[in-house]
C-alpha cells in the first residue's frame, strides 16, 4: 500500500534538483555528478512511497532507466549529448514510470529544439567563434517539471 504524505514532498526535491540542474548547466553547461546521483539513489524512496512492487516493478524501472542510458549513450557518443544529459535522463528514468518517460522523452525534444535554435540565434548575433554549445539540461529539467506538473495540475490523470 502506497505511502501518500511522501509523494508531494519528494516530487518537490525532483523539482528543485531538476531546477538546481537547469541552473548550472545554462550557467556553467555542465551537470553535476553529485546532483545525478542524487536523483538516482533518491528514486527508491520515492518507489516506497509510491508502492512500487519490488518485482516487477522495481524490475521495470531500472529496465527502463538502463535503456534511456544506453540510447542517449549513443547520442553522447556521437558528440549529440553531452555526459551530464546522458546521466541525468537515466536518474530521471529511476523515477518516472515508462509512459511518463516517453512524454518527458518528446517534451524534452521540443523544448530542446526551441533552446538549441535561441542558443544558435545568439552564437551568431554575438559572433562568438567555435560550436555552440547547447544547455540540454534545460530542457531536460523542463520536461521533468512538466510531467511532475501534470500529476498534480492535471484532473484527467
Not at 44 to 64: D, E, F, M, R
Not at 96 to 108: C, E, G, I, S, Y
Not at 121 to 145: N, S
Amino acid at each position: 500500500m502506497p505511502t501518500v504524505w511522501p509523494v508531494p514532498i519528494l516530487s518537490i526535491l525532483l523539482a528543485l534538483l531538476l531546477l538546481c540542474g537547469a541552473t548550472t548547466d545554462l550557467r556553467q553547461r555542465i551537470i553535476s555528478n553529485r546532483l545525478n546521483l542524487t536523483i538516482a539513489l533518491t528514486a527508491p524512496l520515492y518507489w516506497w512511497a509510491t508502492g512500487v512492487s519490488l518485482w516487477p516493478g522495481v524490475g521495470i524501472q531500472i529496465g527502463v532507466a538502463l535503456l534511456v542510458f544506453a540510447l542517449f549513450t549513443g547520442l553522447f557518443a556521437m558528440g549529440m549529448m553531452g555526459g551530464g544529459d546522458v546521466k541525468l535522463l537515466g536518474a530521471l528514468a529511476l523515477w518516472l514510470p515508462w509512459k511518463d518517460m516517453l512524454v518527458l522523452l518528446v517534451v524534452m525534444s521540443l523544448a530542446g529544439g526551441l533552446i538549441t535554435l535561441a542558443t544558435v540565434i545568439h552564437h551568431r548575433v554575438t559572433q562568438r567563434a567555435g560550436q555552440p554549445e547547447v544547455p540540454y539540461g534545460v530542457a531536460i529539467a523542463l520536461a521533468g517539471l512538466w510531467v511532475l506538473g501534470e500529476r498534480y495540475l492535471n484532473p484527467f490523470t
